[in-house]
């Protein structure tokens, strides 16, 4: 099942802050963050396993809640260069990974 | 290190026609996928390979879709035949596991007329 994302868009000024949720209804065994600029590949950010491990680029901060089956992707200080679709991916364990709807982030000057 | 290439990275044919898509994974990743992706949308699984064996095509419409992957390395995913709906862009994906990053290809850009 699909995972629900919020916002859907968010526009932020450079330096501020955004916080995007992914949710699931289903027990999950991953999460993976993944960000896609227009007409390019999703590039990887992050995955968050069931038990507190997580990999992932030192400066992407994310969480991930097992009990409530969510996760949340933090940007900070954003720049220019954050601006993207943001799509989380949830795993329940041996199962196939599928990806949320996306987030749309605009970052201004 | 090389990324994962695909190609053509843009195809137009015309409805009923076939069409074939290429990818050359990273090298040394056993896990190659393959996903479809609307616009506005996030990517959707096809199919999932280890090595040379499918291990989820479940939503793969076997009925015109077909995928290999021979000597667990490239892979090549056919349509036949193309209907409008399959308008899309194609990306291949790899990685060490499951469970492990996943790198994308460029992506081919399907039309269908």
């Known amino acids: 099942q699909q995972p629900v994302q919020s916002p859907q868009a968010v526009i932020l000024r450079e330096g501020e802050d955004a916080v995007i949720n992914c949710s699931s209804s289903?027990?999950?065994?991953?999460v993976h963050w993944y960000r896609q600029k227009h007409g390019e590949a999703p590039v990887f950010l992050m995955i968050?396993?069931?038990?507190?491990e997580q990999k992932g680029h030192e400066k992407i901060s994310a969480s991930f809640n097992e009990k409530k089956q969510q996760s949340s992707l933090y940007l900070t200080a954003s720049q220019l260069s954050y601006s993207g679709t943001y799509f989380c991916?949830?795993?329940?364990?041996?199962?196939?990974?599928?990806f949320g709807e996306g987030t749309q982030l605009t970052v201004n000057p | 290190e090389a990324g994962v290439v695909q190609s053509p990275r843009y195809k137009i044919i015309e409805k009923k026609q076939p069409v074939a898509f290429w990818c050359n994974p990273i090298?040394?990743?056993?896990?190659l996928y393959w996903y479809l992706q609307n616009l506005g949308q996030g990517p959707e699984l096809l199919i999932r390979?280890?090595?040379?064996?499918?291990?989820?095509d479940s939503q793969l419409p076997k009925d015109r879709f077909s995928a290999e992957r021979l000597k667990g390395v490239d892979s090549t995913l056919k349509i036949q035949p193309a209907e409008l709906g399959d308008s899309a862009v194609y990306l291949c994906?790899?990685?060490?596991?499951?469970?492990?990053?996943?790198?994308f290809g460029p992506g081919t850009r399907l039309t269908v007329l």
């Open positions: 994906a790899s990685s060490l596991g499951q469970v492990h990053e996943q790198f």
């Open positions: 289903k027990a999950l065994y991953s």
């Open positions: 968050l396993l069931k038990g507190g």
């Open positions: 991916g949830t795993e329940g364990g041996g199962s196939r990974l599928t």
């Open positions: 090298s040394g990743h056993n896990t």
């Open positions: 390979y280890e090595n040379e064996e499918a291990v989820d």
